[in-house]
């Protein structure tokens, strides 16, 4: 495909006007263009869930609450956990992009109880006790304190807008019941070309309403900052898994100033795996 080939800073011209058409979402998922992540592929979403659920299964009880912060196109969650055992779950987003009809979810119900009775997504939820909410952290918020046994997100957390990321932390630690635990992906490229173009850019320009409603924001933080916060917000950090670029992908002098202090170790960090517990 063309978009392929095309050069970072076309891709984001292209992205700041695409953005601006009165084009549904589900008309730009179908054309590829913005796509939430491949949570509607039923394998990619079982895998999802099993790898986050394998690092964290020994410390859950036989009954057990999750919640997914940005499920992004897919519900099928709620269905997966509710397969291995879980008794609620939570599906927290910032946009309500899910699919709700069933014909997306037929692979993923086939021979399960909930498909049964027909109806839309929305009534599987029910029957599994899950619920899907849409308002990012005000969603969170509703959440009772200390409800959660395990949260998880797949390529999420470099979503969260920089102004409320230690906010939705907080609010993760809080809803955790004690003795939880919690398992992030991170993906820390930019989304334009999977480098890091993003931090050419002065904070003014990348956090701006215009930047960061044209499908390509990231907030930007850094491995460490990430671990920060979690840190602050009373997390214990149980185990870090990052995978590096063999060399900085773009040269320092292309950093906007505010990005140079960082290593090159940690620059290098394109993907991270956080596993945290809360303490009983
Ligand atoms: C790249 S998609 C990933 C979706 C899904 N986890 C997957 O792997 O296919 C990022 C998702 O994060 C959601 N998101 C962004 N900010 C959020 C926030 N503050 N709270 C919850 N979800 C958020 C977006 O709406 C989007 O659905």
Known sequence: MIRDYAPWWAKLAAKLVLARLPVPYRV??????????????????????????????????PSFSVLELGPGDSLATAVIAAEQGASSTWLVDASPDAGLDLAHYRALLGGTPWAAEGGTMLDVLARVNARYETAGLGSLRQVPEGSVDFVFSQAVL????????????????????????????????????????????????WESALFRSSGFYTNRLRDSEILRSFEKAGYRVVDVDRDRWPALPLSRRRLHADFRHFTDEELRVRRMDILLCKAP
């Open 28 to 61: 730009w998922r179908r054309l590829g263009v913005f796509v939430h992540g491949a949570m509607l592929d039923v394998e990619f979403a079982r895998r999802t869930f099993s790898e986050h659920f394998g690092r964290v299964r020994s410390w859950l009880p």
């Open 158 to 205: 470099e979503h969260v807008r920089r102004d409320e990321f230690d906010r939705t932390v907080d609010e993760l630690f809080r809803l955790q019941a004690p003795g939880g635990v919690a398992s992030h992906h991170v993906d820390l490229q930019d989304h334009l070309a999977y480098s890091l173009n993003s931090l050419r850019f002065p904070a003014r320009v």
